[in-house]
Each structure stands twice: as structure tokens, then as C-alpha cells.
């Protein structure tokens, strides 16, 4: 079936330390790979995403890279803030499809 | 442009009772999703819906859940009768169109049965 895998958390890092955090996938067909962010008391949105192999997805200075060879979306942030402290939640929609297929999430922490 | 809207924000029930949550959508957008996140897992789309029709509810346990979107706007998520498995934050969705990936999310619904 189609899935997604999260490294295991929580991740717990110092302010400017270079993060990543690891995604892989199983799915049938090409699919379109995202990272959603949920921050503390907020609903989930959209950090990136990147629809077709080779892509590079960025924002707020995060980027990954959709890796069909390896099936990985991994994330990366080369210098931390403490307001990146966040649930981070990789996730694939399959073509034709809607639905979002999620990772259990990665809890990361920045601290000062 | 105001987000999607929910409510209520937290529920406490116990088992054998019934509970509803309501979801307002992004203005326009006719695809609305509501997702089941239990704690520590990542959320599960209960059921999709593509204006008023049903597009997915292939992981909506039809025992107990049932949702509606009577008039393509708005939609509520039922609960009848609670179990306590089913404690956890209920996400609404919504995107523009059935094409478009982008889906934005409420702040949801954290239900929990006793």
C-alpha cells in the first residue's frame, strides 16, 4: 500500500544547528511529496512540496528534494530558529488522488 | 482570506454518546476533507467531499461516523455512539478544486471520550 515514513522523534536541537529529517515513502505510481508544519495551538500547513522527481520544494529557508531513486523527501534547514520548534508532518497525494497520506509526524524542538 | 473554521475546539464525552463537529471551509473551495489525527500518528482522511457529493469515505467507520455537506458549503462530522478509541483531533480541509493539491487546514477538534 502506499505509505510514509518519519524518522523517530522528538528531535532536539540548539539554536543554528543544521536540521534533517529523514522521509521515505512507498506508493504506487508518481506521486507528489509535502511537508506540512503544525505549530503549538495552530491547525497543520503547508511547508513545501515538490510534484515530480528530481523537484526541489522550499520555504522560510527549509528545502527538500523528492528523490525517486531512494523514494525520499528528507528535510533539511541549514540553521535552526527557536520558532521552528514544531510538529513536522511528511506526506504524499497519489496522481488522480486527493488524499493526503501522512507520517506519523516528528516532534522537533529548538532550543536557545 | 479567513481559514477554515471549526468548532468546537474541545470536546469531552463519555462512551455511548453522541458528538458533532462543524467545519466551515476557505470561501470557494468545493473540496472538503475531514481527517482523524490520534495522538502521536499522523492524520487519516475520514471521508472527502467533492461540493456535496461523497468522493472517498473508504476509511469512515459507517457504524458510528457520518458526515454531511448538504448544501456544498459547510459540513458536520457525527459521532454516534463514542467509543473510547475514537478520542482524538478531528482536522477539516478544504482546497479549491478537486486538482489542485494545496489543502489548508483548521485548527480542529480534540474529542475525548471517557
Known amino acids: 500500500g502506499n505509505s510514509v515514513t518519519q524518522m523517530e522523534g522528538p528531535v532536539t536541537l540548539s539554536e543554528e544547528a543544521f536540521l534533517t529529517i529523514n522521509c521515505t515513502y512507498t506508493?504506487?505510481?508518481?506521486?507528489?511529496l509535502f511537508w506540512y508544519v503544525q505549530y503549538p495551538g495552530e491547525g497543520l500547513q503547508l511547508l513545501l512540496k515538490?510534484?515530480?522527481?528530481?523537484d526541489k520544494g522550499s520555504n522560510k529557508g527549509f528545502e527538500a528534494t523528492y528523490r525517486k531513486e531512494t523514494t525520499s523527501f528528507h528535510l533539511e534547514k541549514g540553521s535552526v530558529q527557536v520558532s521552528d520548534s514544531a510538529v513536522y508532518f511528511c506526506a504524499l497525494t497519489l496522481q488522480g488522488a486527493q488524499k493526503l497520506v501522512f507520517g506519523q509526524g516528528t516532534r522537533l524542538t529548538i532550543n536557545p | 482570506e479567513a481559514g477554515v473554521a471549526q468548532s468546537p475546539r474541545y470536546k469531552i464525552i463519555e462512551k455511548r454518546q453522541s458528538v458533532a463537529f462543524w467545519c466551515n471551509p476557505i470561501?470557494?473551495?468545493?473540496?472538503l476533507y475531514w481527517y482523524q489525527q490520534i495522538l502521536g500518528q499522523g492524520p487519516k482522511l475520514l471521508i472527502q467531499f467533492q461540493n456535496n457529493g461523497v468522493v472517498d469515505d473508504s476509511q469512515l467507520p459507517k457504524d458510528r461516523f457520518s458526515a454531511e455537506r448538504l448544501k456544498g458549503v459547510d459540513s458536520t462530522l457525527k459521532i454516534q455512539p463514542a467509543k473510547l478509541e475514537d478520542s482524538a483531533v478531528y482536522l477539516c480541509?478544504?482546497?479549491?478544486?478537486?486538482?489542485?493539491?494545496?489543502?489548508?487546514f483548521g485548527p480542529g477538534t480534540r474529542l475525548t471520550v471517557l
Open positions: 480541509a478544504s482546497s479549491f478544486s478537486s486538482r489542485y493539491n494545496e489543502q489548508f
Open positions: 506508493a504506487t505510481g508518481y506521486p507528489s
Open positions: 470561501s470557494g473551495h468545493a473540496t
Open positions: 515538490a510534484t515530480k522527481a528530481d
